[in-house]
Protein backbone atom coordinates (compact mmCIF):
# COMPACT_ATOMS: atom_id res chain seq x y z
CA UNK A 1 0.00 0.00 0.00
CA UNK A 2 0.73 3.66 -0.32
CA UNK A 3 -0.06 6.97 0.01
CA UNK A 4 -0.36 9.68 -2.59
CA UNK A 5 -1.23 13.05 -3.46
CA UNK A 6 -1.77 15.70 -6.24
CA UNK A 7 -1.81 19.31 -6.30
CA UNK A 8 -2.66 22.32 -8.49
CA UNK A 9 -2.69 25.99 -7.33
CA UNK A 10 -1.98 29.38 -7.71
CA UNK A 11 0.43 28.96 -4.96
CA UNK A 12 3.30 27.56 -3.99
CA UNK A 13 2.76 23.74 -3.24
CA UNK A 14 5.57 22.16 -1.73
CA UNK A 15 4.99 22.61 2.27
CA UNK A 16 1.47 21.67 1.52
CA UNK A 17 2.39 18.12 -0.17
CA UNK A 18 4.81 17.70 2.95
CA UNK A 19 1.80 18.52 4.90
CA UNK A 20 -0.54 15.89 3.30
CA UNK A 21 2.44 13.47 3.36
CA UNK A 22 2.27 13.38 6.68
CA UNK A 23 -0.87 12.76 6.87
CA UNK A 24 -0.47 10.05 4.80
CA UNK A 25 2.01 8.40 6.68
CA UNK A 26 0.41 5.37 8.19
CA UNK A 27 -0.08 4.26 4.56
CA UNK A 28 3.84 4.14 3.94
CA UNK A 29 7.08 4.34 5.80
CA UNK A 30 9.54 3.29 3.63
CA UNK A 31 10.55 5.77 1.31
CA UNK A 32 8.60 9.03 0.57
CA UNK A 33 8.70 11.77 -2.79
CA UNK A 34 7.86 14.97 -3.98
CA UNK A 35 7.83 16.66 -7.32
CA UNK A 36 6.62 19.86 -7.89
CA UNK A 37 6.69 21.95 -11.65
CA UNK A 38 7.38 25.50 -12.41
CA UNK A 39 6.12 25.79 -15.80
CA UNK A 40 7.09 22.92 -17.72
CA UNK A 41 10.35 21.85 -15.57
CA UNK A 42 10.18 19.69 -12.79
CA UNK A 43 11.74 19.68 -9.53
CA UNK A 44 12.05 15.94 -7.79
CA UNK A 45 13.37 14.80 -4.38
CA UNK A 46 12.77 10.96 -3.34
CA UNK A 47 14.55 8.93 -1.17
CA UNK A 48 14.20 5.90 1.40
CA UNK A 49 12.47 6.80 4.98
CA UNK A 50 10.29 8.76 6.65
CA UNK A 51 8.99 11.88 5.68
CA UNK A 52 10.18 13.78 8.09
CA UNK A 53 13.83 12.32 7.57
CA UNK A 54 13.48 12.44 3.63
CA UNK A 55 12.82 16.05 3.61
CA UNK A 56 15.26 18.76 4.91
CA UNK A 57 14.57 22.41 4.43
CA UNK A 58 17.28 22.34 1.34
CA UNK A 59 15.02 19.85 0.36
CA UNK A 60 11.78 22.15 0.59
CA UNK A 61 13.51 25.04 -0.89
CA UNK A 62 14.64 23.17 -4.52
CA UNK A 63 10.86 22.48 -4.97
CA UNK A 64 8.92 25.40 -5.90
CA UNK A 65 6.44 25.38 -8.25
CA UNK A 66 2.40 25.55 -7.76
CA UNK A 67 1.95 22.45 -9.07
CA UNK A 68 2.80 19.18 -7.66
CA UNK A 69 2.35 15.30 -6.23
CA UNK A 70 3.83 13.10 -3.67
CA UNK A 71 4.23 9.53 -2.09
CA UNK A 72 4.56 7.41 0.77
CA UNK A 73 5.92 4.13 -0.24
CA UNK A 74 4.68 0.91 1.38
CA UNK A 75 6.84 -1.12 -1.46
CA UNK A 76 4.37 -4.43 -2.21
CA UNK A 77 6.06 -4.98 -5.82
CA UNK A 78 9.73 -4.81 -6.78
CA UNK A 79 12.63 -4.33 -4.61
CA UNK A 80 12.08 -3.17 -1.13
CA UNK A 81 15.50 -1.44 -0.73
CA UNK A 82 15.93 0.25 -4.29
CA UNK A 83 15.39 4.35 -3.63
CA UNK A 84 15.29 3.99 -7.74
CA UNK A 85 12.10 2.66 -7.20
CA UNK A 86 11.09 5.28 -4.68
CA UNK A 87 8.03 7.12 -6.67
CA UNK A 88 7.36 9.78 -8.31
CA UNK A 89 8.27 8.24 -11.76
CA UNK A 90 8.88 10.65 -14.63
CA UNK A 91 9.23 10.05 -18.20
CA UNK A 92 10.06 12.86 -20.78
CA UNK A 93 7.88 11.92 -23.40
CA UNK A 94 5.09 12.85 -24.82
CA UNK A 95 4.83 16.34 -22.68
CA UNK A 96 6.69 15.02 -19.66
CA UNK A 97 4.70 12.85 -17.48
CA UNK A 98 5.55 12.20 -13.57
CA UNK A 99 3.01 9.69 -11.28
CA UNK A 100 2.41 8.32 -8.28
CA UNK A 101 0.39 4.93 -7.98
CA UNK A 102 -0.90 3.13 -5.31
CA UNK A 103 -1.65 -0.39 -5.77
CA UNK A 104 -0.22 -3.34 -7.39
CA UNK A 105 -0.47 -4.82 -11.58
CA UNK A 106 -1.11 -8.20 -11.74
CA UNK A 107 -0.68 -8.47 -15.02
CA UNK A 108 2.93 -6.70 -14.92
CA UNK A 109 4.74 -9.24 -16.22
CA UNK A 110 3.29 -9.31 -19.68
CA UNK A 111 3.12 -6.01 -20.08
CA UNK A 112 6.56 -4.94 -19.26
CA UNK A 113 7.56 -7.62 -22.22
CA UNK A 114 4.62 -5.86 -24.38
CA UNK A 115 6.10 -2.83 -23.66
CA UNK A 116 9.71 -4.18 -25.20
CA UNK A 117 8.70 -5.39 -27.46
CA UNK A 118 5.78 -4.05 -29.43
CA UNK A 119 5.54 -0.32 -28.05
CA UNK A 120 9.62 -0.41 -28.02
CA UNK A 121 9.95 1.31 -24.34
CA UNK A 122 12.52 0.34 -22.35
CA UNK A 123 11.87 -0.69 -18.47
CA UNK A 124 15.04 0.05 -15.72
CA UNK A 125 14.02 -1.24 -12.83
CA UNK A 126 11.39 -4.19 -11.36
CA UNK A 127 8.89 -2.04 -10.23
CA UNK A 128 5.33 -2.11 -11.74
CA UNK A 129 4.40 1.82 -11.61
CA UNK A 130 7.41 2.36 -14.07
CA UNK A 131 5.62 -0.15 -15.98
CA UNK A 132 1.94 1.84 -15.83
CA UNK A 133 3.90 5.34 -16.15
CA UNK A 134 4.90 3.98 -19.50
CA UNK A 135 2.33 2.34 -20.86
CA UNK A 136 0.17 6.05 -20.10
CA UNK A 137 2.54 7.46 -21.72
CA UNK A 138 2.60 5.26 -24.62
CA UNK A 139 -1.31 5.31 -25.07
CA UNK A 140 -1.11 9.30 -24.01
CA UNK A 141 1.34 9.39 -27.31
CA UNK A 142 -1.18 7.93 -29.71
CA UNK A 143 -4.54 9.90 -28.39
CA UNK A 144 -2.93 13.85 -28.48
CA UNK A 145 -1.63 13.45 -31.84
CA UNK A 146 -3.01 17.64 -32.25
CA UNK A 147 -1.58 20.23 -29.99
CA UNK A 148 -3.41 21.33 -27.48
CA UNK A 149 -3.84 18.88 -25.80
CA UNK A 150 -7.65 18.41 -24.58
CA UNK A 151 -9.23 16.76 -22.01
CA UNK A 152 -10.89 14.27 -24.29
CA UNK A 153 -7.45 13.15 -25.67
CA UNK A 154 -6.27 12.83 -22.07
CA UNK A 155 -9.49 10.36 -20.92
CA UNK A 156 -9.49 8.28 -24.53
CA UNK A 157 -5.76 7.66 -23.19
CA UNK A 158 -6.75 6.33 -20.00
CA UNK A 159 -9.58 4.26 -21.18
CA UNK A 160 -7.17 2.44 -23.74
CA UNK A 161 -4.63 2.20 -19.97
CA UNK A 162 -7.98 0.32 -18.55
CA UNK A 163 -7.78 -1.67 -20.96
CA UNK A 164 -4.05 -2.39 -20.83
CA UNK A 165 -3.72 -3.18 -17.00
CA UNK A 166 -5.29 -5.17 -14.73
CA UNK A 167 -5.16 -5.35 -11.05
CA UNK A 168 -5.45 -2.37 -8.17
CA UNK A 169 -4.23 1.25 -9.00
CA UNK A 170 -5.05 4.69 -7.87
CA UNK A 171 -3.05 6.72 -9.86
CA UNK A 172 -2.29 10.64 -9.56
CA UNK A 173 -0.11 12.20 -12.37
CA UNK A 174 1.24 15.62 -13.25
CA UNK A 175 1.61 16.69 -17.40
CA UNK A 176 3.87 18.81 -17.46
CA UNK A 177 2.30 22.40 -18.94
CA UNK A 178 -1.33 21.18 -19.13
CA UNK A 179 -2.69 19.80 -16.02
CA UNK A 180 -2.91 17.16 -13.07
CA UNK A 181 -4.55 14.04 -14.45
CA UNK A 182 -6.02 11.23 -11.56
CA UNK A 183 -7.92 8.21 -12.34
CA UNK A 184 -9.06 4.81 -10.38
CA UNK A 185 -9.35 0.92 -11.43
CA UNK A 186 -12.43 -0.16 -12.30
CA UNK A 187 -13.24 -2.27 -9.29
CA UNK A 188 -12.44 0.85 -6.86
CA UNK A 189 -9.68 -1.29 -4.71
CA UNK A 190 -7.46 1.23 -3.30
CA UNK A 191 -9.18 4.66 -2.66
CA UNK A 192 -9.08 8.36 -3.97
CA UNK A 193 -10.38 11.61 -3.32
CA UNK A 194 -10.65 15.11 -4.12
CA UNK A 195 -11.48 18.07 -2.53
CA UNK A 196 -11.40 21.95 -2.77
CA UNK A 197 -9.11 24.42 -0.82
CA UNK A 198 -8.82 28.48 -1.68
CA UNK A 199 -5.53 30.71 -2.27
CA UNK A 200 -5.42 34.27 -2.09
CA UNK A 201 -5.32 34.05 -6.26
CA UNK A 202 -8.04 31.21 -6.33
CA UNK A 203 -8.85 27.68 -6.23
CA UNK A 204 -6.86 25.06 -5.22
CA UNK A 205 -7.48 21.74 -6.12
CA UNK A 206 -6.08 18.32 -4.12
CA UNK A 207 -6.19 14.79 -4.64
CA UNK A 208 -5.43 12.06 -1.99
CA UNK A 209 -5.55 8.70 -0.90
CA UNK A 210 -7.93 9.41 2.21
CA UNK A 211 -10.19 12.31 3.53
CA UNK A 212 -8.04 12.63 6.46
CA UNK A 213 -5.23 14.19 3.95
CA UNK A 214 -8.06 16.70 2.02
CA UNK A 215 -9.34 18.02 5.55
CA UNK A 216 -6.10 18.21 7.40
CA UNK A 217 -4.55 20.41 5.15
CA UNK A 218 -8.02 22.96 4.94
CA UNK A 219 -9.48 21.33 2.12
CA UNK A 220 -13.25 20.86 1.89
CA UNK A 221 -13.63 17.18 0.21
CA UNK A 222 -16.19 16.88 -3.09
CA UNK A 223 -16.00 13.04 -3.59
CA UNK A 224 -14.24 9.79 -4.55
CA UNK A 225 -13.26 9.37 -7.34
CA UNK A 226 -15.00 6.56 -9.12
CA UNK A 227 -14.05 3.50 -9.75
CA UNK A 228 -12.86 3.39 -13.83
CA UNK A 229 -13.01 7.35 -13.64
CA UNK A 230 -10.34 9.91 -14.95
CA UNK A 231 -10.36 13.24 -13.64
CA UNK A 232 -7.96 16.11 -15.28
CA UNK A 233 -7.93 19.09 -13.41
CA UNK A 234 -6.03 21.68 -16.39
CA UNK A 235 -3.66 24.43 -15.03
CA UNK A 236 -6.54 27.03 -15.06
CA UNK A 237 -8.25 25.16 -12.29
CA UNK A 238 -11.15 23.57 -14.38
CA UNK A 239 -12.32 20.36 -13.25
CA UNK A 240 -13.25 17.59 -16.14
CA UNK A 241 -13.98 14.23 -15.44
CA UNK A 242 -15.10 11.09 -17.88
CA UNK A 243 -15.64 7.54 -17.24
CA UNK A 244 -13.04 5.55 -19.18
CA UNK A 245 -13.96 1.79 -17.91
CA UNK A 246 -15.95 -0.53 -19.71
CA UNK A 247 -17.72 -1.83 -16.87
CA UNK A 248 -16.77 -0.29 -13.44
CA UNK A 249 -18.06 -1.99 -10.10
CA UNK A 250 -17.70 -0.56 -7.17
CA UNK A 251 -15.57 -2.92 -4.53
CA UNK A 252 -13.40 -1.04 -2.34
CA UNK A 253 -10.22 -3.18 -0.38
CA UNK A 254 -12.28 -4.61 3.37
CA UNK A 255 -8.54 -4.36 4.64
CA UNK A 256 -8.85 -0.75 4.45
CA UNK A 257 -11.54 -0.75 7.03
CA UNK A 258 -9.73 -3.39 9.20
CA UNK A 259 -7.03 -1.99 9.30
CA UNK A 260 -4.94 0.49 6.52
CA UNK A 261 -7.10 3.93 6.85
CA UNK A 262 -6.52 6.15 9.19
CA UNK A 263 -9.82 5.85 11.36
CA UNK A 264 -11.29 9.95 11.15
CA UNK A 265 -11.06 9.00 6.77
CA UNK A 266 -14.33 8.37 4.95
CA UNK A 267 -13.75 6.12 2.06
CA UNK A 268 -16.36 5.65 -0.47
CA UNK A 269 -19.09 7.04 1.38
CA UNK A 270 -18.07 4.80 4.54
CA UNK A 271 -16.54 6.57 7.89
CA UNK A 272 -13.86 4.23 8.58
CA UNK A 273 -14.49 4.25 12.67
CA UNK A 274 -18.32 3.96 12.38
CA UNK A 275 -17.15 0.55 10.16
CA UNK A 276 -14.83 -0.44 12.37
CA UNK A 277 -17.52 0.12 15.20
CA UNK A 278 -19.55 -2.16 13.54
CA UNK A 279 -16.96 -5.17 12.91
CA UNK A 280 -16.99 -4.61 16.96
CA UNK A 281 -20.41 -5.10 17.31
CA UNK A 282 -20.76 -8.78 14.68
CA UNK A 283 -17.49 -9.53 16.92
CA UNK A 284 -19.92 -9.48 19.80
CA UNK A 285 -22.43 -11.74 18.76
CA UNK A 286 -19.55 -14.16 17.53
CA UNK A 287 -18.22 -13.75 21.33
CA UNK A 288 -21.40 -14.29 22.83
CA UNK A 289 -22.19 -17.25 20.39
CA UNK A 290 -19.09 -19.13 21.73
CA UNK A 291 -18.53 -18.08 25.18
CA UNK A 292 -20.57 -16.89 27.85
CA UNK A 293 -19.64 -12.85 28.58
CA UNK A 294 -19.46 -13.60 32.57
CA UNK A 295 -16.06 -15.54 32.03
CA UNK A 296 -14.59 -12.20 30.46
CA UNK A 297 -13.81 -9.86 33.47
CA UNK A 298 -12.32 -6.83 30.74
CA UNK A 299 -11.69 -6.19 27.06
CA UNK A 300 -8.39 -4.89 26.31
CA UNK A 301 -7.45 -3.98 22.51
CA UNK A 302 -4.21 -4.60 21.19
CA UNK A 303 -3.10 -0.43 19.70
CA UNK A 304 -4.37 0.81 17.61
CA UNK A 305 -6.52 -0.05 14.93
CA UNK A 306 -8.52 -2.02 17.17
CA UNK A 307 -9.81 -0.12 19.35
CA UNK A 308 -12.95 1.35 17.94
CA UNK A 309 -14.09 -2.68 17.95
CA UNK A 310 -12.93 -3.63 20.98
CA UNK A 311 -14.81 -0.28 22.57
CA UNK A 312 -17.97 -1.37 20.74
CA UNK A 313 -17.63 -4.98 22.07
CA UNK A 314 -17.18 -4.47 25.47
CA UNK A 315 -20.40 -2.19 25.36
CA UNK A 316 -22.18 -5.17 23.88
CA UNK A 317 -21.19 -7.56 25.72
CA UNK A 318 -21.63 -5.22 29.12
CA UNK A 319 -17.76 -5.60 30.42
CA UNK A 320 -15.86 -2.89 31.53
CA UNK A 321 -12.87 -1.52 28.42
CA UNK A 322 -9.36 -0.95 29.39
CA UNK A 323 -6.16 0.22 27.68
CA UNK A 324 -4.14 -3.16 28.74
CA UNK A 325 -0.92 -1.88 26.88
CA UNK A 326 1.01 0.96 25.96
CA UNK A 327 2.36 1.65 23.20
CA UNK A 328 6.30 2.90 22.45
CA UNK A 329 6.15 5.44 19.46
CA UNK A 330 9.84 6.40 19.83
CA UNK A 331 11.03 2.74 19.24
CA UNK A 332 11.87 3.46 15.46
CA UNK A 333 12.55 0.99 12.73
CA UNK A 334 13.51 -2.31 12.94
CA UNK A 335 14.63 -2.89 9.12
CA UNK A 336 16.37 -5.54 9.21
CA UNK A 337 15.42 -8.73 11.75
CA UNK A 338 16.99 -12.10 10.71
CA UNK A 339 14.99 -14.61 12.85
CA UNK A 340 12.18 -15.16 15.32
CA UNK A 341 14.08 -14.13 18.45
CA UNK A 342 14.74 -10.20 16.68
CA UNK A 343 10.54 -10.49 15.97
CA UNK A 344 9.66 -11.43 19.38
CA UNK A 345 12.19 -8.74 20.68
CA UNK A 346 10.54 -6.12 18.67
CA UNK A 347 6.97 -7.18 19.96
CA UNK A 348 8.06 -6.36 23.58
CA UNK A 349 10.00 -2.99 22.59
CA UNK A 350 6.68 -1.98 21.18
CA UNK A 351 4.44 -2.84 23.47
CA UNK A 352 4.39 -2.99 27.16
CA UNK A 353 1.77 -4.72 29.67
CA UNK A 354 -0.13 -2.28 32.68
CA UNK A 355 0.07 -5.39 34.97
CA UNK A 356 -2.77 -3.72 36.84
CA UNK A 357 -4.98 -4.42 34.30
CA UNK A 358 -4.14 -8.46 33.75
CA UNK A 359 -3.42 -9.98 37.25
CA UNK A 360 -5.68 -12.58 38.63
CA UNK A 361 -7.94 -11.34 35.61
CA UNK A 362 -9.62 -13.52 32.73
CA UNK A 363 -9.09 -11.37 29.47
CA UNK A 364 -9.90 -10.74 26.30
CA UNK A 365 -7.52 -9.10 23.66
CA UNK A 366 -9.08 -7.91 21.17
CA UNK A 367 -6.92 -7.04 17.73
CA UNK A 368 -7.85 -5.86 13.95
CA UNK A 369 -6.25 -8.95 12.46
CA UNK A 370 -4.40 -11.78 12.76
CA UNK A 371 -1.73 -12.51 9.63
CA UNK A 372 1.31 -14.18 10.69
CA UNK A 373 0.38 -14.85 14.56
CA UNK A 374 3.63 -14.73 15.39
CA UNK A 375 2.94 -11.34 17.22
CA UNK A 376 -0.23 -12.28 18.62
CA UNK A 377 1.39 -15.42 20.20
CA UNK A 378 4.14 -12.90 21.83
CA UNK A 379 1.05 -10.72 23.32
CA UNK A 380 -0.73 -13.67 24.72
CA UNK A 381 2.37 -14.65 26.82
CA UNK A 382 3.12 -10.81 27.67
CA UNK A 383 -0.53 -11.11 29.06
CA UNK A 384 -0.27 -14.20 30.85
CA UNK A 385 3.14 -13.09 32.63
CA UNK A 386 1.14 -10.06 33.99
CA UNK A 387 -0.78 -12.10 36.00
CA UNK A 388 -3.84 -12.98 33.28
CA UNK A 389 -5.70 -15.76 34.54
CA UNK A 390 -6.99 -16.50 31.50
CA UNK A 391 -6.50 -15.31 28.13
CA UNK A 392 -9.18 -14.93 25.43
CA UNK A 393 -8.41 -13.85 21.63
CA UNK A 394 -10.75 -11.68 19.25
CA UNK A 395 -10.03 -10.78 15.79
CA UNK A 396 -12.25 -7.92 14.65
CA UNK A 397 -11.70 -9.40 10.82
CA UNK A 398 -11.88 -13.00 9.15
CA UNK A 399 -9.01 -15.54 9.47
CA UNK A 400 -6.40 -14.14 6.96
CA UNK A 401 -6.65 -17.27 4.26
CA UNK A 402 -5.41 -16.16 1.31
CA UNK A 403 -2.27 -13.68 -0.02
CA UNK A 404 -3.13 -10.37 -1.41
CA UNK A 405 -2.04 -9.32 -5.02
CA UNK A 406 -3.83 -5.97 -4.47
CA UNK A 407 -0.87 -3.67 -3.38
CA UNK A 408 -1.11 -5.18 0.05
CA UNK A 409 2.52 -6.35 1.84
CA UNK A 410 0.36 -9.85 2.77
CA UNK A 411 2.80 -12.47 2.88
CA UNK A 412 3.07 -15.41 1.02
CA UNK A 413 -0.36 -18.44 1.71
CA UNK A 414 2.97 -20.20 3.83
CA UNK A 415 3.49 -17.54 5.74
CA UNK A 416 -0.29 -17.18 6.97
CA UNK A 417 -1.07 -18.63 10.22
CA UNK A 418 -4.77 -19.67 9.24
CA UNK A 419 -3.71 -20.58 5.92
CA UNK A 420 -4.14 -24.47 5.91
CA UNK A 421 -4.78 -24.97 9.52
CA UNK A 422 -8.18 -24.52 12.01
CA UNK A 423 -9.32 -22.03 14.23
CA UNK A 424 -8.62 -24.96 17.17
CA UNK A 425 -4.98 -25.21 15.96
CA UNK A 426 -4.74 -21.38 15.35
CA UNK A 427 -5.39 -21.10 19.25
CA UNK A 428 -2.96 -23.65 20.21
CA UNK A 429 -0.23 -21.60 18.34
CA UNK A 430 -1.25 -18.64 20.28
CA UNK A 431 -1.23 -19.88 23.42
CA UNK A 432 -4.32 -18.26 23.79
CA UNK A 433 -7.56 -20.38 26.07
CA UNK A 434 -9.86 -19.21 23.06
CA UNK A 435 -10.01 -17.66 19.91
CA UNK A 436 -12.83 -15.96 18.41
CA UNK A 437 -12.88 -14.49 14.75
CA UNK A 438 -15.12 -12.40 12.96
CA UNK A 439 -17.21 -13.86 10.58
CA UNK A 440 -16.79 -12.87 7.07
CA UNK A 441 -20.28 -12.74 5.08
CA UNK A 442 -21.35 -10.43 8.84
CA UNK A 443 -18.84 -8.22 8.07
CA UNK A 444 -19.04 -7.64 4.76
CA UNK A 445 -22.85 -6.75 5.51
CA UNK A 446 -22.29 -4.00 8.19
CA UNK A 447 -19.85 -2.46 6.38
CA UNK A 448 -21.50 -2.53 2.85
CA UNK A 449 -24.47 -1.43 4.39
CA UNK A 450 -23.24 2.13 5.81
CA UNK A 451 -22.91 2.87 1.73
CA UNK A 452 -25.76 1.15 -0.56
CA UNK A 453 -23.78 1.95 -3.95
CA UNK A 454 -21.22 -0.48 -3.38
CA UNK A 455 -22.26 -3.70 -5.40
CA UNK A 456 -19.00 -5.45 -3.14
CA UNK A 457 -15.82 -5.77 -1.29
CA UNK A 458 -12.29 -6.77 -2.37
CA UNK A 459 -11.99 -9.57 0.55
CA UNK A 460 -9.58 -11.58 -1.57
CA UNK A 461 -7.37 -12.33 1.67
CA UNK A 462 -10.37 -13.39 3.50
CA UNK A 463 -12.54 -15.33 1.24
CA UNK A 464 -9.96 -16.10 -1.59
CA UNK A 465 -11.65 -14.36 -4.45
CA UNK A 466 -9.65 -12.27 -6.58
CA UNK A 467 -12.56 -9.71 -8.19
CA UNK A 468 -10.08 -8.81 -11.34
CA UNK A 469 -10.75 -12.64 -12.50
CA UNK A 470 -6.91 -12.43 -13.71
CA UNK A 471 -5.01 -14.48 -10.73
CA UNK A 472 -3.61 -18.17 -11.24
CA UNK A 473 -1.62 -19.93 -9.10
CA UNK A 474 1.03 -19.41 -11.13
CA UNK A 475 0.71 -15.69 -10.08
CA UNK A 476 1.62 -16.91 -6.68
CA UNK A 477 4.35 -18.80 -7.25
CA UNK A 478 5.75 -15.74 -9.24
CA UNK A 479 5.16 -13.35 -6.27
CA UNK A 480 6.57 -15.86 -3.53
CA UNK A 481 9.65 -15.72 -5.58
CA UNK A 482 10.22 -12.30 -6.11
CA UNK A 483 8.87 -11.58 -2.27
CA UNK A 484 12.27 -13.75 -0.91
CA UNK A 485 14.51 -12.14 -3.67
CA UNK A 486 13.69 -9.02 -2.88
CA UNK A 487 13.52 -9.14 0.89
CA UNK A 488 15.37 -12.20 2.01
CA UNK A 489 14.17 -15.35 3.83
CA UNK A 490 15.23 -16.54 7.26
CA UNK A 491 15.86 -20.47 7.73
CA UNK A 492 12.21 -20.64 8.68
CA UNK A 493 11.22 -19.54 5.01
CA UNK A 494 9.40 -16.25 7.38
CA UNK A 495 10.56 -12.93 5.79
CA UNK A 496 13.11 -11.38 7.68
CA UNK A 497 11.34 -7.55 7.30
CA UNK A 498 9.13 -6.29 9.51
CA UNK A 499 8.02 -3.16 9.42
CA UNK A 500 6.77 -0.76 12.14
CA UNK A 501 3.25 0.19 11.34
CA UNK A 502 2.20 3.71 13.18
CA UNK A 503 -1.32 2.76 13.80
CA UNK A 504 -1.72 -0.78 14.71
CA UNK A 505 -0.28 -3.70 15.53
CA UNK A 506 2.95 -5.01 13.30
CA UNK A 507 1.24 -5.94 10.21
CA UNK A 508 4.55 -7.41 9.17
CA UNK A 509 4.57 -9.76 11.90
CA UNK A 510 1.18 -10.29 13.58
Known amino acids: MCGIVGVISTAPVNQLIYDALLLLQHRGQDAAGIVTMQGTKCYMHKARGMVRDVFRTRNMRALPGSVGLGQVRYPTAGNAYSEEEAQPFYVNAPFGIVLVHNGNLTNAPALRRELETVDRRHI ?13 AHELQR ?82 IAPGEAVFIDLAGQVHARQCAEHPALHPCMFEFVYLARPDSVMDGISVYQARLNMGETLAQRVISTMPPSEIDVVIPIPESSRPSAMQLAHKIGKPYREGFVKNRYVGRTFIMPGQGMRKKSVRQKLNAIASEFRGRNVLLVDDSIVRGTTSKEIVQMAREA ?40 RAFIGADALIYQDVDAMKKVVGAMNPRLQGFEASCFDGQYITGDVSAADFDEMAAQRSQARGVDEDGASDRSRLALHGADEGSR
Not at 126 to 136: A, F, G, P
Open 143 to 224: AARELPLTPDAVFDAVAAVQRRIKGSYAVVALIAGHGLLAFRDPFGIRPLCYGLGETADGPEWMVASESVALEGTGHQPMRD
Open 387 to 426: GARKVYMASAAPPVRYPNVYGIDMPTKDELIAHGRSIEEI
Open 124 to 136: NTESDTEVLINVL
